[in-house]
């Protein structure tokens, strides 16, 4: 059983819908390109909050490196950065730096290390390091590293995988500083697949042991935190509760950061300005402060939504900051089923409307409705952090439309189709009951309109080919034409049958009456198509013209109205040509039938005066054609 036109529209919108609540649930690949512009879009259109104060960086920038030489700096330089940094009342120190190696600079360097160490060992510092996921190297070991005291929770029915990456290996620096320092994290973040940086791990496991970020590690440092622990929701989203705060965390543990605007947003102070006692105490005081580089060589940069050139340091004071604020970006655990049902909703909201309103009111409330969740979104990342992804949703109603409005004007073409047809059965009929008619009246004057509708289709595709037709003559005005020749004599259906059937020459005042039927056939058909309301319909229109002036003449002598020249429209002169012919090799009780090429003759003779020059001339080239087609005319039985 087939479906009606209207239920058919709805199906093709419902098949997307559901299609796409698939794809939001599996989330695949390929639409991730998709997903991430979203979220920039959303994250760009939300007011940026400003920094909390609390955090500072210090960079040794150009300047520091032209007052103290080129990096990396003695050990000695480090030491005396970190007790100037204490000596302004910073409380927590987090370096991203690493000493992988003994410091060169002065013999052996075990001096300089260990004063280095000495200077480490108060505490309030944390080194960086970083871990690697490549083919395990045998050198982490010899990193000391401090591990994560958490507990991690799960669900009693929750079997998934750990929720954080396990790392390889390590690149740490020297043990005897990490073991002064006593607190360490590491520096690992990783740009999504278009090269910018959205989420920062927190947690990543290496030899057993949960890892905590540099940044992280600095806020437990500085806040002393007590109790860590991990919940796992689900395979989409983990909480790490620190005390009484809770940070919410995607299922492997990542941090999607709120930036708090393009690079330098945070404050920025020289590593020389505090080395030479410059700094502003009021700028470092009480804070956490990120030692970093940024001098051209040395940096580290990354891309995110708000700007291109984000240096490494300022992620670490970023997460911190984030930390610190509690003002997280987090897409909620039920998110994918979330986004799932706005789908359907949206899909067979899509669909109803459409199917109600039609194709251009259903779009603009489809569009109203698109803008609204896109809103949305928008609010609810300002308002309260949550992150819900308009991608699928506006996929899925953009997909249902688009195939609604295929589909129905599949079914418009379609009905548009029977309509021609239909209406191209009705104008045959409509000819064939005038030809019939004519054929009631005089067998003979059917017979020539169906002998003329072969003449004249030949001589048209010949006079097509001729400059200045066949723009006019297209293959399916040809057609049309040799359609509507038969009715060229419709008119003589007004004449008397005392005119038609007279064996001899017509008197002056019968003559007038004759060329009446011209009038009178284009009459018949004004009548019929306002009777059938086709007014100016383009067939008709034709018809007329074939009827009305196929007795024109080239030089203004022929009737009904003296046309001449190209004031004949093209198929009346066509016709003309095709009339005479035909009409002259017809038999005639008061006179015998020229022969063809008597005929031709004749038709030469009167070029440029009765008939068209180029249409005596495409009548010349097919003269053969149209012999054959006489001569089969008149031997065919009739119809």
């Keep these: 059983m087939s479906l009606r036109p209207d239920r058919l ?3 093709c919108g419902l098949v997307p819908t559901l299609v796409t609540a698939w794809l939001s649930l599996s989330r695949p690949a390929l639409l991730a390109s998709l997903e991430y512009g979203a979220y920039d879009l959303v994250v760009r259109s939300v007011a940026t909050r400003p920094p909390s104060g609390r955090i500072a960086i210090v960079d040794v920038d150009e300047r520091s490196l032209t007052a103290v030489g080129q990096w990396p700096w003695r050990r000695d330089v480090i030491g005396t950065l970190i007790t100037r940094l204490r000596d302004l009342g910073v409380p927590m120190i987090a370096l991203d730096i690493m000493f992988a190696e003994s ?26 390091y970083a871990l690697t996921f490549g083919p395990s190297s045998e050198h982490s070991n010899a990193c000391v590293q401090h591990p ?11 079997h998934a995988d750990e929720p954080f990456f396990q790392a390889t290996g390590a690149v740490c620096s ?23 940086l959205r989420r920062v791990p927190l947690l990543l496991s290496f030899n057993g042991r949960v890892q905590p970020a540099l940044a992280l590690e600095a806020v437990i440092s500085s806040t002393k935190v007590r109790d860590t622990s991990l919940r796992v929701l689900n395979v989409n989203a983990t909480s790490l509760v620190l005390d009484d705060r809770r940070v919410p965390l995607d299922g492997k543990s990542n941090l999607l950061l709120r930036y708090r605007g393009g690079k330098h947003t945070f404050p920025y102070v020289s590593a020389i300005d505090v080395l030479s006692g410059q700094a502003p105490a009021e700028t470092l005081k009480g804070k956490i402060v990120f030692v970093g580089t940024t001098a051209l060589g040395t940096r580290e940069v990354v891309a995110t939504p708000l700007d291109t050139l984000f240096a490494g340091v300022e992620v670490q004071a970023t997460v911190a900051d984030n930390l610190l604020q509690q003002d ?47 809103g949305g979104a928008v609010w609810l990342l300002s308002a309260n952090g949550t992150f819900l992804s308009p991608v699928f949703p506006t996929l899925g109603s953009i997909l249902a439309f688009g195939t609604m409005a295929i589909a129905q004007l599949v079914l418009e073409r379609r009905r548009a189709d029977q309509a021609g047809r239909e209406k191209a059965i009705s104008q045959r009929l409509m000819v064939q009951g005038l030809l019939s008619l004519t054929e009631v009246r005089d067998a003979e004057t059917g017979r020539h309109s169906r ?39 419709i008119g003589k259906v007004g004449v008397p049958d005392s005119l038609l059937n007279k064996p001899g020459a017509l008197t002056v005042e019968e003559v007038a009456e004759m060329r009446k039927h011209p009038a009178h056939g284009r009459d018949v058909i004004v009548h019929a198509e306002r009777d059938v309301g086709v007014p100016d319909d383009a067939i008709l229109a034709m018809a007329k013209d074939i ?7 080239w030089d203004g002598t022929g009737y009904p109205e003296g046309l001449q020249g190209a004031q004949i429209p093209v198929v009346g002169r066509l016709m003309a040509l095709v009339d005479v012919y035909d009409a002259i090799t017809t038999p005639r009780v008061y006179r015998d039938p020229m022969s063809h090429s008597e005929a031709v003759a004749f038709i030469v003779s009167v070029r440029g005066t009765h008939f068209d020059p180029s249409v005596v001339d495409a009548f010349l080239e097919v003269a053969a054609k149209v012999e054959r087609l006489s001569d089969t005319g008149r031997t065919a039985p009739a119809s």
Aim: charged share 20%.
């Design 103 to 128: 410091d060169r600079s002065n013999g052996t360097g075990v001096s300089a290390d260990q004063t280095l160490a000495d200077t480490l060992r108060p505490g309030g510092v944390a080194l960086g």
């Design 451 to 489: 002998r003329t509708q072969a003449y004249a289709r030949v001589i048209a595709e010949q006079l097509a080919r001729h400059s200045g037709f066949g723009d006019y003559l297209t293959p399916e005005r040809i057609d049309l034409l040799s359609r509507l020749a038969p009715l060229h004599d």
């Design 328 to 374: 997280f970006i987090h897409e909620s655990e039920f998110g994918p089923m979330v986004e799932a049902q706005l789908v359907l909703g949206l899909g067979i909201f899509a669909a109803l409307v459409v199917g109600r309103l039609g194709l251009a009111r259903g779009g603009g409330v489809i569009a109203v409705a698109l803008a609204a969740v896109w």
């Design 547 to 553: 009827v009305y002036t196929h007795h024109e003449k």
């Design 148 to 158: 994560l005291g958490i507990a991690l929770i799960r669900r009693d029915d929750d």
């Design 9 to 11: 529209v709805l199906v």
């Design 174 to 196: 020297l043990p005897m500083l990490s073991q002064a320092a006593g607190a360490s994290g590491f520096l690992n973040v990783a740009p999504d697949p278009d090269g910018r």
